[in-house]
């Protein structure tokens, strides 16, 4: 194991398993567990190992165990950020979907484990109480961990402007971070690497003027009237500086361009949609016929928002 998880970690028997062939750490534990249906994009092959905590404890647990294997890792929320290898991953995947406290703290702070679905926050939570908010994170489907891991928002905030602090795991144990503008950009932050997991934010939430159901209601239904439906992970890229990805790929004719089972939507040219039992590999191959036309065009390189595992 990481010798720095010893300050938490009680080495306990199961931590001595080499699992497979039925041999498995936790009761919590699948093998060859099949990502297609945990990711929105509805491709990808089998994870070695996924593990399902049921709680806090089991997730921290299961994390510290993570440490001491020798293969790749990744944590999922709601698999709607994400594109996984046709072959599938070839390590362990920790899946936060059952962590779902959500408790009121007073005076407009919340504390939200990171499984909570990012919608349920703002429906319970933002609407029912007519909190700011809305603008910024209706219709992005996931988690509330995926977000914060993603710094999630529209052009009118993102998630990380709402918190007071975060809850992450790393390899050096279990840590709180004061949330502050320093710590996250456009679709980034710096308190939680890759290979970390987000347990859990603390909010703080104002009371707003406009009523915040009629926001929602009003971004739903633009939402619906300029994003295709169908399975997809929503923008492949991150705008460019004062730029629009979809601007760029469109300029470039590329709207309406399949690939097998993919394609380029007519409606909104970031968005690559697995129309009929698209593979990865057509997905990918889109990607880079994107990247490549938009180089050649505008000298602009793009840069992919939704997150790639087992391939390339
Ligand atoms: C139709 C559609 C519309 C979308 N619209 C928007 C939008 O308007 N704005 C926007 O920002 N995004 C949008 N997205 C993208 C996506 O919904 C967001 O990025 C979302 O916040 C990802 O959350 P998730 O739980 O699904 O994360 P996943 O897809 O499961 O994971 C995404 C990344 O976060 C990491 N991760 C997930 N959970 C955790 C955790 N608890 N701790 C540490 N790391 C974690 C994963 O390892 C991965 O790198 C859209 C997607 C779709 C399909």
Redesign the pocket.
């Known amino acids: 194991m990481c010798a720095s998880m010893q300050w938490k970690w009680e080495l306990d028997s199961r931590l001595r398993y080499s699992w497979g062939m039925g041999n498995l750490p936790f009761d919590f534990a699948v093998e060859n567990f099949p990502l297609a249906g945990a990711?929105?994009y509805k491709v990808g092959g089998p994870a070695k190992l996924a593990l399902l905590p049921r709680t806090r404890a089991e997730a921290v647990e299961a994390f510290a165990w993570l440490c001491t294997q020798d293969l790749p890792k990744?944590?999922?929320?709601?698999?709607?950020?994400?594109l996984i290898a046709d072959e599938g991953f070839p390590g362990i995947v920790i899946f936060?979907n059952e962590?779902k406290a959500l408790q009121a703290l007073g005076d407009g702070r919340f504390f939200v484990e990171?499984?909570v679905v990012?919608d349920t926050l703002v429906r319970e939570v933002i609407i029912a109480n007519n909190y700011v908010g809305t603008g910024a994170l209706t219709?992005?489907?996931?988690?509330?961990?995926?977000?914060?891991?993603?710094?999630?928002?529209?052009v009118n905030g993102?998630?990380c402007e709402l918190m007071d602090s975060v809850d992450?795991l790393t390899e050096e144990g279990l840590r709180t971070v004061q949330m502050e503008p320093s710590l996250y950009s456009y679709?980034d932050q710096g308190f939680?690497p890759?290979s970390?997991?987000?347990?859990a934010g603390s909010f703080r939430f104002e009371k707003a003027e406009e009523d915040q159901q009629a926001i929602y209601d009003r971004y739903i239904e633009r939402?619906r009237r300029t994003?295709p439906q169908g399975n997809?992970?929503?923008?492949v890229f991150k705008n460019p500086e004062g730029e629009h990805a979809g601007r760029l790929i469109e300029s470039c004719g590329l709207k309406g361009t399949r690939h097998g089972g993919a394609v380029i939507s007519e409606m909104h040219a970031n968005?690559i949609v697995n129309d009929s039992g698209a593979t990865c590999a057509d997905i990918l191959e889109l990607i880079e016929l994107c990247k490549r036309r938009v180089r050649e065009e505008f000298g602009i390189e793009l840069q992919e928002?939704v997150?790639i595992?087992g391939a390339r």
């Open positions: 990711s929105l990744i944590v999922l929320g709601g698999g709607s950020n994400v936060t962590l990171g499984g990012l219709g992005i489907p996931g988690t509330v961990g995926g977000a914060i891991y993603m710094n999630a928002g529209t993102s998630i992450v679709r939680c890759p970390g997991l987000i347990l939402r994003q997809s992970c929503g923008s968005f928002e997150k595992f």
